[in-house]
T-cell receptor
Framework: DTAVSQTPKYLVTQMGNDKSIKCEQNLGHDTMYWYKQDSKKFLKIMFSYNNKELIINETVPNRFSPKSPDKAHLNLHINSLELGDSAVYFC???????????????FGPGTRLTVL | AQSVTQLGSHVSVSEGALVLLRCNYSSSVPPYLFWYVQYPNQGLQLLLKYTSAATLVKGINGFEAEFKKSETSFHLTKPSAHMSDAAEYFCAVSDLESNFGNEKLTFGTGTRLTIIP
């Protein structure tokens, strides 16, 4: 069984469209994240949720809206897609609950978004 | 804010040679440090982590890293490179202000490791 899964794996779309990426984890973790990896492989956190509550929101344009229907799912909806949104988006999860950044984050396989 | 710097965006070593990937951190207090590996077209996998216990940390696939406070470094090493080690390697630091659900990883820019047959 895949621990952290994302759909779709590839997403090609036109500028101005709205698209969603889904993430599911079966590890029983409380915390989930979205990261963006740009064309130079630089990884940066976008959001984190703990038990469906938004915790981290890193100066991401409000065209990006995460939604967590339950603690096993964290979806990312992107409105009015722009060329600069082309990247690989990674979902991750961790147990949470221990202060001090100790908990390992488990990453999904990534979704490669290409905006034309 | 904490940060990590990875020296060398590309490193090439011969099969069987020593692998050394460099990472320096910036922090006013002891951080939590991580090395992740990303194989082509895959997600990130944790190699090892430093959490203020032993300064020499052993990870998977024969990798290890040593935390050196005096040098603010956390370099990754492997005594003998295998072809299967070819991948992108990321050093990361965890924000010590992290609390419940706020465990933000800040990544370095990555080092691509190439193994020469």
């Amino acid at each position: 069984d895949t621990a952290v899964s994302q759909t779709p794996k590839y997403l090609v779309t036109q500028m101005g469209n709205d698209k969603s990426i889904k993430c599911e984890q079966n590890l029983g973790h409380d915390t989930m994240y979205w990261y963006k990896q740009d064309s130079k492989k630089f990884l940066k956190i976008m959001f984190s949720y703990n038990n469906k509550e938004l915790i981290i929101n890193e100066t991401v344009p409000n065209r990006f809206s995460p939604k967590s229907p339950d603690k096993a799912h964290l979806n990312l909806h992107i409105n009015s897609l722009e060329l600069g949104d082309s990247a690989v988006y990674f979902c991750a999860s961790s147990q949470g609950g221990l202060a001090g950044g100790y908990n390992e984050q488990f990453f999904g396989p990534g979704t490669r978004l290409t905006v034309l | 804010a904490q940060s990590v710097t990875q020296l060398g965006s590309h490193v090439s070593v011969s099969e069987g040679a020593l692998v050394l990937l460099r990472c320096n951190y910036s922090s006013s207090v002891p951080p939590y440090l991580f090395w992740y590996v990303q194989y082509p077209n895959q997600g990130l996998q944790l190699l090892l982590k430093y959490t203020s216990a032993a300064t020499l940390v052993k990870g998977i696939n024969g990798f290890e890293a040593e935390f050196k406070k005096s040098e603010t470094s956390f370099h990754l090493t492997k005594p003998s490179a295998h072809m299967s080690d070819a991948a992108e390697y990321f050093c990361a630091v965890s924000d010590l202000e992290s609390n419940f659900g706020n465990e933000k990883l800040t990544f370095g820019t990555g080092t691509r490791l190439t193994i020469i047959p």
